[in-house]
């Protein structure tokens, strides 16, 4: 057995034994993920403070061998919290349309999205055509800005939804 597959093995066992629930091994290795990604995300946000990248509207000062990986791990830690929600519900999803957050989003089931929604637009104070604009406008992050030297020429800033987005979607999964 790999290094990988042992420590993943020891925390849903530790997890299981704490929790006393069943979770998936696949749904377990989603959410360790998931808190990873989200772990850089949040430690990059705080470096970034005051950058303008949170609100759309970069300075001049942005950092941007930071603001890159920012998005790309906030994207993907949303994508695991997507991921994991779809999964644990038995909801089917179109591998090929995988880092889409706007498609993922629209498979969840109607009761947590509905919770998911309202945590957002209060976050950003926004109405729901306002909203389903952020979505779309991040739907595709993780792709656009991974490759981030083949696109130089594009804004780094990002939809006022993007932050908010990533911390509802990784904080509802992760339960902190």
């Known amino acids: 057995m790999s290094v990988f597959r042992s420590a993943v093995s020891l925390a849903y066992s530790a997890f299981h034994a704490f929790t ?17 990604f989200y772990t850089v995300f949040l430690q990059l946000e705080k470096q970034l403070a005051g950058s303008g990248l949170h609100n759309g509207k970069p300075s001049d000062n942005l950092p941007p061998l930071l603001s890159v990986p920012y ?30 957050l706007a498609y993922l989003f629209q498979l969840l089931p109607q009761t947590q999205k509905n919770v ?20 779309n406008s991040i739907a595709d992050t993780f792709n656009k800005q991974r490759y981030q030297f083949s696109n130089y020429n594009q804004d780094l800033s990002t939809h006022i939804i993007f932050a908010p987005f990533v911390h509802t979607m990784c904080k509802f999964v992760l339960e902190i």
């Open 20 to 36: 006393g629930s069943h979770i998936d091994i696949e749904e377990a290795i989603i959410l360790q993920e998931c808190q990873a």
């Open 116 to 135: 998911l929604i309202a945590s957002i637009k209060k976050a950003c104070n926004l109405n729901d055509a306002i909203f389903q604009d952020g979505l």
């Open 71 to 100: 998005m790309v791990n906030g994207a993907f830690a949303s994508e695991l919290a997507l991921k994991y929600l779809l999964i644990s519900s038995n909801v089917t999803f179109n591998m090929r349309k995988g880092h889409d």
